[in-house]
């Protein structure tokens, strides 16, 4: 029982970093209807601007922490101005901004490997390492910060989406674009918007998610794959289908590593999503769509 | 009838006249040539023949696959472990690798080849992680992540350049034909295609098989080229190869694969040179700095690319010897023309 | 008040409009009849920025808009409930309309809309907090004009109205209509020709992508040529 | 018959979009479908093509049972058609949109394909006069290397129809052909519909908003209104049916009839 609640809390851990990312492809799709391949990228930037603020003492830990998301958030408004816009504005078939978004993902992962350092940084020591005993339950204090973090960013984003103007633009503009602009939104300003909001939560788990493992440049691939699959098990386009999907996917990847072989550990996210999308190929609490003809 | 038969068999007298030449040119070359060459040139192919089956799913279907590397490491071991464990000679290795992966292309395919679009590249990509698991944990058998050493040599530049003219022809007939049309047709408008018969889902999971055949050739070819293998070859970075290959030479054009192929194959070569060069002249940091920045060259002409000429160099065209004349009759008479 | 002038649009290798010039004065009800596929909704698109116009002038209130993007049209005061309804079908009707007063600032203004459009659309009041999708065809139209009404517009444009609707929705529409014109000039596009004309004050016929008759819309009713190509006499 | 609805129902959500529809087209026959705007037409296509599967009701065609069949074996059988919103293989040539479709009757398999053997070349050659020939009668011969998408708009409709004809249809559904044609070009389109019948020996089933086309056309018609059949006759008849001026016209003076 007392390993069932430990599992139970990782899988918590580590499922609200899959859901912090996953949210951030689901609001992607929801407004441009791509797979930003390079979201993943923008975990990535937001772990190494949080490690180096740190390494270097330019900032205290959680002022490197809100300096990361901010940063990151406009780094992800950037790769939509300069990558994506351009594109769509000619009208470019859809799989060239998906291709693109592998360039965007290659340039920032090998910048990062030439320009920075291709080695794995274990982040300096900002919150004390001993584990808190919690009703039988030995839960590193980065855990505990993941979160809480985890929860309160997934909150706000739902209430802002959901109960403001601003928020409830992003949703007019998934739904329906032109009927969005006719009613006074500026569409592109609502997309940058989408982007920035999806940088922020990556951001959060990718300095999270480095404070447990290490900095690495493969952070955002690693992590933003099985992030997406997260997404789509969740269904594609549904802020709670995202965390849906990144809490279950962070519950079984766990459990199954605890319960029946660690090796396969990396796979289960693949497995369970082929399965779904077999079953329901919108995703659990996804809409299906069906071309109009 | 009669002359049909005739020019099939003389199509037939010709292919095998050229494969038997491209024999006796690369087993030439190779006794010729260094080593350092020979090399770069046995790459290119085994380089092409992954980047025209990746162009036939994703260039000429329209199914954006990320699961290529996933194909190749299927060959890859099947070929190597039949040589290896079973005693198999070369030849029936090879090509049961290749049948094994275009079995695994089928049964991946077929269930996700009824999603449409992006959804199929993330299955494909899954399915290539659930691979490498399995054989990071399959250490009896294919040594799992301590790697497999011991694979035999084979892929000379002949071998390697024979599999690559037989690929381009089988698969530029294919792509002449009925089938092949089809498949053109799922890329532009399934519903279109539907509403004339074609049975989409039967074309998607064909041209999937095709493909996945070659690639698992390609990754065979690899395993008998390095003599070793490792889960890990075959990424993700691996699969981005073949697909920077195809779109550098335009999605839908076989000769812009070979073309594509040539241009990344070199690529890293022309900065490593560029770096001993500037090695032996003393200047030690640029030279090192060249050694890694030509990924991060790599990645920004793939951005440019997309954003400048997305269609790749050639786009849907081909290039062939007759339009090579008109293109090479073009210039001389426009530099006649000159005063 | 909003003044066309040799329209050209090209629309996927069509001529979509071909010169056409139409004249709206404030305080009218002018509209456009034709035929599917005429260019009607081109027309309207082009004005609210949706599709880019290759030559010709748009101005409204004498400010060129050919060039302003759809929420720039919509800041200078016109919009446009389009064709097919085109609500948020996920969002409540609240929401919907909330979306609708997007650019107003001014909170207590809204709330004054609000009403406005609930005492236009008592139904729309009924269903507030419902999600839009579920209303039937009439409530989403309804919702349309009232979403759009919601941006306090001085030109609302307005594109089939009553397609897919039952003879009695499509007159509880045009009351409404009526209604709205006391406050709001309306460009009316419209299949359903009898009832548009009978509505409006000025008539433009468009045939594949150009103006073939300009009138009052009393002399076009009475036009024989209309008759036989729009009202089936 | 050739071709029988029966109790055709399909509900989307709450919305009955086509509402116990009963109809049949006999073969050789021109047969109109007309109705106001969103009164349910296409609806109706993408039921006999298999693109929607109906609530319930029947389709069949020569005898055989249409409901549950997918939209490629529908075609296979002989019931093809155009689109609403043109589509056609966008960046292919005409000659290729057209040679494309006349795969079915190819009856080579894929290792002919594989190594272009005696079979392959005779149903190459077959296949490539039969394009030739079809892009001729309908008139598109001299522009069979362009890019369809670069067609003009009447020529992209005439395009589709020739892409359909080069499955041989038995039946032949038509959805708007003549949307956003001017009067001559109309009246073009009715001599090419005419033409199409007689060379082809099929049976056309046609929705079309043009009064002057489908009046001139065809031999019956049916009318559809919020998904139901509303009348059912000759153009003589429809023309002068009280229930069809009132719907379909826009005349609502009384509710009476109601």
């Not at chain 1, 990312?21 to 975990?43: D, E, P, Q, W």
């Not at chain 3, 993007?69 to 200078?76: A, G, L, N």
């Not at chain 4, 020529?155 to 959805?175: C, F, G, M, S, V």
């Amino acid at each position: 029982m007392q390993q069932f609640l430990q599992q139970l809390w990782n899988g918590l851990a580590i499922g609200s970093v899959y859901a912090l990312v996953a949210v951030g492809y689901t609001l992607v799709f929801g407004v441009l209807k791509f797979i930003n391949f390079a979201h993943g990228s923008v975990l990535t930037v937001g772990a190494y601007i949080a490690l180096y603020s740190v390494l270097r003492n330019w900032l205290p830990f959680p002022l490197a922490f809100g300096l990361s998301m901010s940063l990151s958030g406009v780094f992800s408004y950037l790769t939509e101005m300069y990558a994506y816009r351009p594109l769509r504005e000619k009208g470019a078939p859809k799989l060239n901004l998906l291709i693109t978004s592998i360039g965007v993902s290659l340039l920032v992962e090998n910048s990062i490997v030439v320009f920075v350092s291709p080695d794995f940084h274990p982040f300096p020591r900002v919150l004390p390492s001993a584990p808190i005993t919690m009703a039988g339950m030995r839960i590193p204090p980065v855990d505990l910060l993941l979160v809480a973090v985890g929860l309160v960013l997934m909150c706000s984003l739902s209430y802002f989406v959901n109960r403001t103007l601003a928020g409830l633009t992003i949703k007019a503009v998934a739904l329906d674009r032109d009927a969005a602009a006719l009613m006074g939104i500026n569409t592109s300003k609502t997309i940058s918007l989408t982007f920035f909001l999806a940088g922020i939560m990556a951001s959060a788990a990718g300095v999270l998610i480095g404070m447990r493992f290490s900095v690495n440049p493969y952070l955002g691939g690693f992590f933003g794959l099985k992030s997406f699959a997260a997404a789509v098990v969740g269904g594609i386009g549904s802020v709670p289908g995202a965390y849906l999907g990144g809490y279950l996917i962070g519950m079984l990847e766990t459990f199954g590593a605890a319960y029946i072989s660690s090796n396969y550990k990396d796979a289960i996210a693949f497995v369970l999503l082929v399965f779904v999308l077999l079953y329901k190929p919108s995703g659990l609490l996804g809409k299906g769509t069906q071309e109009k003809v | 009838m009669m002359t049909k038969t005739n020019g099939f068999v003389r199509r037939i007298i010709v292919f095998a006249l050229e494969v038997a030449a491209v024999w006796v040119i690369g087993s030439l070359l190779r006794e010729v040539l260094p080593a350092y060459p020979v090399g770069i040139m046995t790459i290119f192919c085994i380089n092409a023949v992954l980047a025209l089956s990746w162009n036939l799913i994703s260039g000429f279907t329209g199914q954006f696959s990320l699961g290529h590397a996933g194909f190749m490491v299927v060959g890859a071991y099947t070929s190597a472990l039949l040589m290896m464990k079973a005693k198999w000679p070369f030849l029936p290795s090879f090509i049961t690798a290749g049948l094994l992966s275009a079995l695994v292309g089928f049964l991946v395919g077929f269930p996700s080849l009824r999603l449409v679009g992006d959804y199929l590249s993330v299955v494909t990509l899954g399915f290539q992680y659930i691979i490498t698991a399995i054989l990071n944990n399959t250490t009896k058998l294919t040594g799992g992540g301590l790697g497999l050493p011991g694979v035999p040599y084979v892929t000379s530049l002949p071998v390697a350049a024979v599999t690559l003219t037989i690929t381009l022809w089988i698969l530029s007939n294919l792509v002449n034909s009925k089938q092949g049309r089809c498949f053109v047709a799922v890329k532009e408008d399934e519903i279109a295609a539907q509403s004339v018969g074609i049975d989409t889902t039967y074309y998607k999971v064909v041209a999937f098989m095709i493909s996945s055949f070659f690639a698992g050739l390609g990754g065979a070819m690899i395993g008998h080229y390095m003599m070793y293998l490792h889960p890990d070859v075959f990424n993700y970075a691996k699969t981005i190869e073949s697909v920077s290959m195809v779109i550098l030479g335009g999605l839908g054009s076989l000769t812009g694969s070979l073309l594509g192929a040539m241009c990344i194959t070199l690529l890293p070569e022309v900065f490593r040179n560029l770096a001993t060069f500037l090695g032996g002249m003393g200047m030690l940091g640029p030279a090192n700095f060249l050694r890694r920045g030509w990924m991060v060259f790599y990645a920004t002409g793939f951005l440019v690319l997309m954003l400048t000429r997305p269609q790749g160099l050639l786009g849907r065209r081909e290039l062939t010897w007759p339009g090579f004349k008109k293109w090479i009759g073009r210039v001389v008479v426009r530099k006649e023309a000159r005063p | 008040m909003l003044k066309i002038d040799k329209l050209n649009v090209y629309y996927g290798g069509i001529h979509a409009l071909d010169d056409v010039s139409v004249e709206v004065n404030t305080g009218e009800i002018v509209t456009i009849i034709g035929a599917n596929g005429a260019g009607k909704s081109t027309l309207l698109r082009t004005i609210s920025g949706l599709v880019r116009a290759t030559s010709g002038k748009v101005s409204f209130e004498s400010r060129d808009i050919k060039r302003m993007s759809p929420h720039q049209v919509v800041e200078s005061g016109i919009v446009h409930a389009p064709e097919g309804r085109r609500v948020f079908s996920e969002l409540t009707v609240d929401q919907n309309l909330r979306l609708g007063a997007y650019l107003r600032k001014d909170r207590e203004q809204m709330d004054e809309d609000l009403a406005r459009v609930f005492q236009l659309f008592p139904r729309l009041e009924e269903r507030r907090w419902q999600i839009a999708g579920t209303l039937s065809g009439g409530e989403q139209q309804m919702l349309c004009i009232g979403r759009a009404l919601m941006s306090r517009p001085k030109l609302l444009l307005l594109d089939e109205p009553s397609m897919g609707l039952a003879p009695v929705l499509v007159q509880e529409i045009y009351r409404e209509i009526e209604e709205i014109r006391k406050h709001t000039t309306i460009l009316l596009v419209e299949q359903n020709a009898y009832q548009a004309l009978k509505t409006a004050d000025r008539g433009y016929v468009l045939e594949t992508g150009r103006i073939v008759m300009e009138a009052p819309c009393r002399e076009l009713l009475r036009n024989p040529e209309v008759k036989k190509a729009y009202l089936g006499k | 018959m050739l071709f029988e609805v029966e109790n055709l129902t399909i509900k989307f959500g709450g919305l009955t979009a086509v509402d116990d529809v009963t109809m049949n087209v006999d073969e050789g026959e021109i047969v109109g479908l007309i109705g106001p705007n969103g009164a349910g037409k296409t609806t109706v296509f993408n039921l006999v093509t298999g693109v929607y599967t109906p609530t319930s009701g029947q389709i069949r065609f020569r005898g055989q049972n249409l409901v549950g069949l997918k939209p490629n074996q529908i075609a296979k059988l002989g019931v093809v058609r155009t689109f609403q919103n043109i589509r056609l293989f966008k960046t292919l040539t005409v000659y290729e949109n057209v040679r494309t479709a006349g795969h079915l009757r190819v009856p080579y398999r894929l290792p002919d394909a594989f190594l272009h053997t005696p079979r392959f070349d005779v149903c190459e050659q077959e296949t490539h006069e039969d394009a030739l020939r079809l892009l001729d009668m309908v008139g598109l011969l001299s522009r069979k290397d362009e890019i369809a998408s670069s067609l003009p708009y009447g020529l992209q409709r005439r395009l589709e129809i020739a892409r359909a004809l080069a499955t041989r249809p038995k039946l032949l559904l038509l959805d708007e052909p003549a949307a956003g044609m001017n009067p001559q070009e109309c009246v073009d389109l009715i001599e090419f519909i005419r033409d199409v019948k007689r060379d082809f020996d099929t049976t056309i089933l046609i929705i079309e908003h043009h009064m002057d086309v489908i009046m001139n056309i065809c031999e019956r018609m049916y009318v559809l209104n919020f998904g139901k059949l509303l009348a059912h006759g000759t153009p003589a008849e429809i023309q002068v049916n009280p229930k069809v001026i009132e719907a379909y016209l826009g005349e609502a003076q009384t509710d009476a009839e109601d």
